[in-house]
């Protein structure tokens, strides 16, 4: 089975920094893309950052030239690089990944990592 497992987030105070990390492990036919989704108290879950399989990249306005996403994709790893840290980032922070799992389908499924909570202080 495949699973997704992140680790990285903490407590920190608004202007700071905090590196996400997420490794998809099982057997994974291939990869789609792998991305980071946030949901706060009382909101909907929203993107946060994806990189598809050819590199291409996009974030959410909210984000734009303070977070960075990259992939080690030898160790199927996606990263989030926060910096400049605000208040509203605070969230549960979720992995997500695009993954064809059999080599009896071309199908590609989402599948989730259980979430790290990041809380950035005033």
């Known amino acids: 089975q495949v699973q997704l497992v992140e680790s990285g987030g903490g407590l920190v105070q608004a202007g700071g920094s905090l590196r996400l990390s997420c490794v998809a492990s099982g057997t994974i036919i291939s990869i789609h893309y792998m991305g980071w989704y946030r949901q706060a108290p009382g909101k909907t879950r929203e993107l946060v950052a994806r990189s598809t399989h050819a590199g291409d990249t996009n974030y959410a306005d909210s984000v734009k030239g303070r977070f960075t996403i990259s992939r080690d994709n030898a160790k199927n790893t996606v990263y989030l690089q926060m910096n400049s840290l605000k208040p509203e980032d605070t969230a549960l922070y979720y992995c997500?990944?695009?993954?064809?799992?059999?080599?009896?389908?071309?199908?590609?499924?989402?599948?989730w990592g259980q979430g790290t909570q990041v809380t950035v202080s005033s």
């Open positions: 997500a990944a695009g993954l064809t799992v059999s080599a009896t389908t071309s199908r590609t499924y989402r599948y």
